[in-house]
Nanobody, 132 residues
Framework: QVQLAESGGGSVQAGGSLRLSCSAS????????MAWVRRIPGNEREGIAV???????RYRDSVKDRFTISRDDAKSKLYLEMNGLKPDDTGMYYCAADLYLAPSLCAGAVTRPSADGLLSNWGQGTQVTVSA
């Protein structure tokens, strides 16, 4: 079990940028599937970006070309660079991780309607609010 803590959320105007960070309590090596998941009001918790154990990044179509996921295993940190933010991006953003989740399953986090039940470790979330 690894404890995750997100930071970096806040309020920005449309078109702005934010960088979210996730710190892990234990060493999260490259075998972890690492993910950013968000809950938009009224929706399920959907995965928006993942890094699988092969180091491949995948994104949900709604954030592709605007968001970038990256990790620093030496620091046990995960990042999400968000550019071109839109009001529709408003929501609670979570960091999630699962050890030894195969890349094909890890990728499912950004294609399934909900990431719940797929990833076993979750942070408390950080709020992102984008105003028009």
């Amino acid at each position: 079990q690894v404890q995750l803590a997100e930071s970096g959320g806040g309020s920005v105007q449309a078109g702005g940028s934010l960088r979210l960070s996730c710190s892990a309590s234990a060493y999260t090596h490259s075998r972890y599937c690492m993910a950013w998941v968000r809950r938009i009001p009224g929706n399920e918790r959907e995965g928006i970006a993942v890094l699988d154990s092969d180091g491949r990044a995948r994104y949900r179509d709604s954030v592709k070309d605007r968001f970038t996921i990256s990790r620093d295993d030496a620091k046990s940190k995960l990042y999400l660079e968000m550019n071109g933010l839109k009001p529709d991006d408003t929501g609670m953003y979570y960091c999630a991780a699962d050890l030894y989740l195969a890349p094909s399953l890890c990728a499912g986090a950004v294609t399934r309607p909900s990431a719940d039940g797929l990833l076993s470790n979750w942070g408390q979330g950080t709020q992102v609010t984008v105003s028009a």
